[in-house]
């Protein structure tokens, strides 16, 4: 079959030889005899030979050879008319009467070339004319010899730099503009082949194409010889648009060969001054387009590195595009990466930080394509010429740069797992973390400064290891570096570090509770070992100062001692807790705070034996009563009452202790209505006894046997009395309080059962 088919295809070429050739004798005999209308007429015909769609791109060529000698004697004729004061112009309207396109157009072309020489009109104006009437033929084979013709006859009329056509009408802009716009119409009739004829033949399509791919690539070639298109040009006109078709065809062979035709015609200098712009536009070029055989990252490595005089800014944006590049064409390869990066260093050696801020940014840009191309800052930490590159940024923008690497941590979730990963990032971000050159903390804005330091607090949290030592060495290394980031950064970095710590105390107890010897010498990482880490750590916020943060951090420490079963490391941290609170905590406010997370935390620890909680919670009612505030005194002190009756604890239920508390707080609260009516002519709120009405329902309701119903009985009748008395202010909020706190029980009562028993006996 395929035998048949070259028999067949070689038939047509001979009979379309044969039929060009009879029609060229015709054609001759009328051109001696200065015949012109015989001559258009044969030529017409000879060229209708080019209208055949049977012959393969190779056969069409030797078909077309043949007609393109015959036209360049047509062509020497027409020359000889026009000399002879035949009107070109006449001429130029006369062969447009041919009765096919295709004939019509390679007339058209051929006369139009005269038009040209004879400068009675613009060139730019026909060569316009000639390349958007050559959009009449769509056929791919047809149309791209129809174009190439075009661009053969017109190569040497272009109004370019020096040349005879060249005027005030047409200018070299006119030139490119003319064989752009004739590679922009050539190479979509290329790209269109592939998609002709059935799915069986596309090879055979593409080994066509292959062979076609010359009339394309001869346009650029055309381009670089045009004496006109200088560096500027070049850059600004001709190779944004080449490369616009390129990207836009999104044809594999297309690209491939059109990039390489790029880099072959064209200087050598000139890429050096766009490789940015070629560069950037790899990545958008198919996924199947091997660009590693046209662009060698080394060789273009190595033109940046011969161009001594290059500025600062022309450095950092070509090493910016050749990174990207790389990282596109060889993402496997980090170490092609980290040549580029060295070449950069090597390249800017000796300069000192980089000030001009646009170069700044290409910094920015450069140091961010690992981070967009891995998602991963793990893998940009094996960059070893990544920390040499941010060497050469000023303090804000090595801010900026940290800012960017740990917001690519959060967005994609990264865990940091080893110690040394750490530490490798942190001398990434040490513009975050220590004050570079000096920078006094007065000059920096103090919202930037919190967000940048949040952004820290949150990067510690993503460091994590299941292995205990390694975590603990992640820990120890987190504790180095933000030690050394001066007193204004600790309120923000050592709450996450402590928390971290905590983790892995509990993983640790969690993981050895069953053992029987829980944390013994054998074991290098210990819950006693990170406890007193941590002592070491909060006992820095001192010199801030930051007594009420230390003071949370040493609460929440004590809790995990009493998780892991610590007595003695318990009591410690509250022992510092409450040594802040009477030599550092002056606020009232922030005394109220601290005295209610005081007794929140000695409420739920259960390690302490009798002698040392009730040491504990005497100091914690001594310093609720000695709060400046009567309201806050009496909250104080009835909160108090929790620290002598833990539900889940038997050992832990004095009732008696509970009821002092709460008749304390009684009288507490009568001194504040006593005070409010000296110094205000009324009693004051009662809101108070209704709080402490509810604290005494929670403990009868727990069934302390201290909580009578006449206690409770005589309470709600005070209330009664107090809110219905003249000198008592109305307060809506007290009321409904009240009338709450009422319908609570009378729904315990409707309710039944044993707590319904109970609460029968209370009248309300």
């Known amino acids: 079959m395929i035998s048949d088919g070259v028999e067949d ?9 044969a039929g060009l050739q009879q029609n060229a004798f015709y054609m001759h005999r009328a051109l001696d005899s200065n015949n012109l209308r015989d001559a258009l007429k044969y030529s017409a015909q000879m060229l209708s030979e080019l209208r055949t769609s049977k012959l393969s791109p190779h056969k069409y060529y030797e078909l077309y050879m043949r007609a393109f000698d015959e036209l360049r004697k047509l062509e020497m004729f027409f020359k000889e008319e026009a000399r002879r004061g035949c009107s070109i112009i006449d ?13 019509r157009l390679y007339l058209l072309c051929t006369v139009g070339s005269v038009y040209i020489k004879s400068k009675e009109a613009p060139a730019k104006d026909v060569l316009k004319d000639l390349v958007e009437m050559s959009r009449g033929i769509q056929n791919p084979v047809r149309g791209l010899f129809l174009r190439s013709y075009l661009s053969q006859v017109s190569r040497d009329k272009l109004p370019d730099i020096g040349s005879e056509y060249e005027g005030d009408a047409d200018t070299v802009r006119d030139a490119v503009e003319f064989v752009l716009q004739n590679f922009t119409e050539m190479n979509k009739l290329w790209v269109r082949m592939q998609h002709q004829g059935p799915a069986r033949e596309k090879e055979k399509r593409e080994k066509e194409r292959s062979e076609l791919r010359d009339l394309v690539g001869k346009n650029l070639h055309v381009l670089s010889q045009i004496e006109g298109v200088d560096l500027d040009l070049y850059k600004e006109t001709v190779l944004p648009r080449v490369l616009e078709q390129i990207v836009n065809c999104k044809d594999e062979l297309a690209q491939f060969y059109l990039m390489d035709c790029i880099i072959q015609v064209f ?4 890429h050096l001054q766009t490789l940015d712009i070629l560069l950037g536009a790899c990545p958008q070029l198919q996924p199947s387009v091997d660009i590693k055989t046209v662009l060698s990252h080394n060789a273009i ?9 290059m500025p600062v800014i022309g450095v950092v944006t070509l090493y910016s595009s050749l990174l990207k590049f790389t990282l596109h064409v060889h993402p496997d390869r980090l170490d092609y990466a980290d040549q580029v990066l060295g070449s950069f260093v090597k390249k800017l050696s000796g300069k000192g930080k980089i000030e001009d801020s646009r170069a700044t940014k290409q910094v920015v840009a450069l140091l961010s394509a690992p981070l ?3 998602n991963d800052i793990v893998t940009a930490l094996k960059l070893t010429n990544y920390p040499r590159v941010m060497e050469f940024l000023d303090t804000g923008t090595n801010k900026v740069m940290a800012t960017v690497i740990i917001q690519s941590i959060m967005k994609n979730t990264t865990h940091i797992l080893t110690a040394e990963k750490v530490e490798a990032l942190f001398e990434l971000i040490k513009g975050l973390i220590v004050d570079l050159d000096g920078t006094l903390h007065d000059e920096i804005d ?9 952004s820290v607090a949150r990067l510690i949290q993503m460091f994590h290891n299941e292995d205990p030592e390694e975590m603990f060495k992640i820990i120890c290394t987190v504790r180095k570096h933000i030690m050394s980031g001066g007193p204004k950064r600790l309120p923000f970095t050592v709450p996450p570090l402590v928390f971290s710590s905590l983790k892995l105390v509990r993983q640790l107890h969690g993981g050895h509770e069953h053992k029987e ?10 819950p006693k070992k990170i406890f007193q880490l941590l002592t070491q750590t909060i006992e820095a916020l001192l010199n801030v100062p930051a007594p009420e943060l230390a ?11 009493n998780d892991c079963d610590l007595e003695p490391v318990a009591y410690e941290f509250f022992t510092q807790a409450y040594i802040l609170y009477e030599e550092e905590i002056s606020d009232s406010k922030a005394q109220v705070t601290a005295i209610h997370l005081i007794i929140g935390t000695l409420q739920r620890m259960q390690v302490f034996g009798v002698e040392n909680r009730d040491t504990l919670t005497h100091k914690a009612t001594g310093y609720s009563a000695k709060l400046l505030k009567k309201p806050d005194q009496c909250r104080a002190v009835y909160a108090c009452s929790h620290l002598f009756w833990v539900d889940d604890q038997d050992n832990m239920k004095d009732g008696e202790r509970v009821l002092i508390c709460l008749k304390r707080a009684l009288r507490i609260a009568n001194a504040a209505q006593q005070q409010a009516n000296a110094t205000r002519g009324s009693t004051g709120s009662a809101t108070l006894f209704v709080e402490i009405l509810n604290k005494y329902l929670y403990f009868f309701e727990k069934g302390n046997p201290q909580i009578t119903v006449a206690s409770v009985q005589s309470l709600i009748e005070l209330i009664t009395t107090e809110m219905q008395s003249d000198s008592t202010p109305a307060e809506p909020a007290t009321n409904a309080f009240f009338a709450s706190t009422m319908r609570y029980i009378q729904f315990q009562k409707q309710k039944g059962g044993a707590v319904g028993e109970k609460y029968e006996q209370i009248k309300v």
């Open 517 to 526: 010897n829980p944390f013994g010498e054998e074991a290098s990482t210990t």
């Open 372 to 374: 967009e191309k891995y």
């Open 446 to 454: 103090e919202e930037d400064f919190k967000e940048e330091q949040n």
């Open 91 to 103: 001429l130029y309207e006369l062969v447009q009467h041919a009765g096919n396109i295709l004939p």
């Open 267 to 270: 200087p050598d200098e000139y």
């Open 9 to 17: 295809e070689e038939k047509y070429l001979a009979a379309g030889i």
């Open 551 to 561: 003071l949370r951090l040493y609460l929440q420490c004590a809790e995990a001692a």
């Open 301 to 309: 490595g190595k033109v940046i590195e011969a161009h001594v005089d």
